[in-house]
């Protein structure tokens, strides 16, 4: 069972499509939602698999339903905006194969014109997100640099559904791209996210409001700071009581 169901009878024509699933730092996911919101995009299609994770999900009015991936689509007259997020990835190496080749087979029956995969890449700097790129063929290359985007030269895979898609679109004449934002990656990250999101901006010339994704940075370095300090509060604690057992010891 692999099924993509339809839920409405808006078809995208020649779409654009975004691709971002939970991944390393939720970068792809936080850009995924936040353009669905801030585009106010409708859903007009689900993606089930055997291949997600083997268990019920269950809403706030204790309601059970299948992990999915959703399509949303933002229709205007200069482009239609398929974006694709979801509850998770594919556990399993064939179950990734099997969900990229269900998004691009996706592609290729709409003729999308681009599809753009999204996520993070692990990172130990803490200064402005940079962003990696890579693409299908050597001219989109060309618009991702120009966009100051770093590409990957250093051969680095991409793991997971956003790296084969990349992969899998190229055999199928579909043009594909794929933006990374350098993150940490042990919680969500929402400046990561951000600097995606300028990017995908200029990449589709479309208008996004970062108000509301500035504050959610803001709400993420105030709990980091807290984090920060309590640490540093148990390393202060933790060498007081190592003196007072070496003081005891010596008595």
Request: charged letters at 25%; glycine letters at 6%.
């Amino acid at each position: 069972m692999k099924t993509i169901i339809k839920e409405s009878n808006v078809k995208p024509s020649e779409p654009t499509i975004v691709e971002g699933l939970p991944g390393l730092g939720s970068v792809g996911k936080i850009a995924a939602l936040y353009l669905i919101r801030q585009l106010e995009a409708k859903k007009i299609a689900t993606l089930y698999s055997p291949h997600f994770p083997y268990y019920a999900l269950i809403d706030r009015y204790g309601i059970a339903r299948l992990p999915k991936n959703d399509f949303y689509l933002s229709k205007d007259s200069d482009l239609d905006l398929v974006i694709i997020t979801g509850d998770c990835q594919p556990q399993t190496t064939y179950g990734q194969y099997e969900v990229a080749n269900q998004i691009v087979n996706y592609a290729k029956r709409y003729s999308a014109k681009l599809v753009i995969t999204v996520g993070g890449y692990s990172s130990s700097e803490r200064t402005e997100p940079k962003i990696v790129g890579a693409a299908s063929r050597a001219e989109l290359i060309d618009r991702l640099t120009s966009l100051n985007v770093l590409v990957n030269k250093a051969g680095i895979p991409i793991v997971g559904v956003a790296g084969l898609i990349l992969a899998l679109a190229k055999p199928r004449g579909i043009d594909a791209m794929c933006l990374l934002g350098e993150t940490i990656g042990y919680v969500p990250d929402p400046r990561a996210a951000k600097s995606v999101l300028v990017v995908l901006s200029n990449l589709l010339k479309i208008s996004i409001n970062m108000d509301k994704i500035d504050k959610e940075i803001e709400r993420m370095r105030r709990i980091e700071e807290k984090i920060k300090q309590a640490d540093q509060g148990m390393e202060t604690v933790i060498r007081e009581r190592r003196a007072e057992e070496k003081v005891t010891y010596i008595s």
